[in-house]
């Protein structure tokens, strides 16, 4: 069976940082794009970040950029997402996502339906 499992998600305030990790079990995800995703109440899915298999190239959402990082540890099959400067709008619940090894077009991995993968989230709450 196919997990993806988030943690490192919390409470924390404006300014602050929060690491979340993906830990991937059942398969190996080294040779696919991988991608973190949120939703926040009343509020579609929206796209976070996203990585591809190598780690080499890397996609953000332009309201995270410059704060968020992606990364990857294709040993351990887990997949970052570093948070800095967090804001009260980043509030959300965090879903790591897994995608197919040929997913890399930017507006593909952009695509929720892309994702064939979903954990089951993480909350993020950010007080102001």
């Known amino acids: 069976q196919v997990q993806l499992i988030e943690s490192g998600g919390g409470l924390v305030q404006a300014g602050g940082s929060l690491r979340l990790s993906c830990a991937a079990s059942?398969?190996?995800?080294?040779?696919?794009?991988m991608g973190w995703f949120r939703q926040a109440p009343g509020k579609e899915r929206e796209f976070v970040a996203a990585i591809t298999w190598s780690g080499g190239v890397t996609y953000y959402e332009d309201s995270v950029k410059g704060r968020f990082t992606i990364s990857r540890d294709n040993a351990k099959n887990t997949v970052f997402l570093q948070m800095n400067n967090l804001k009260p709008e980043d509030t959300a619940t965090y879903y790591c996502?897994?995608?197919?090894?040929?997913?890399?077009?930017?507006?593909?991995?952009?695509?929720?339906?892309?994702?064939?993968?979903w954990g089951q989230g993480t909350q993020v709450t950010v007080s102001s």
């Open positions: 059942g398969r190996t995800f080294s040779s696919n794009t």
């Open positions: 996502a897994g995608g197919s090894s040929r997913l890399s077009f930017s507006p593909y991995v952009r695509q929720a339906t892309r994702y064939d993968y």
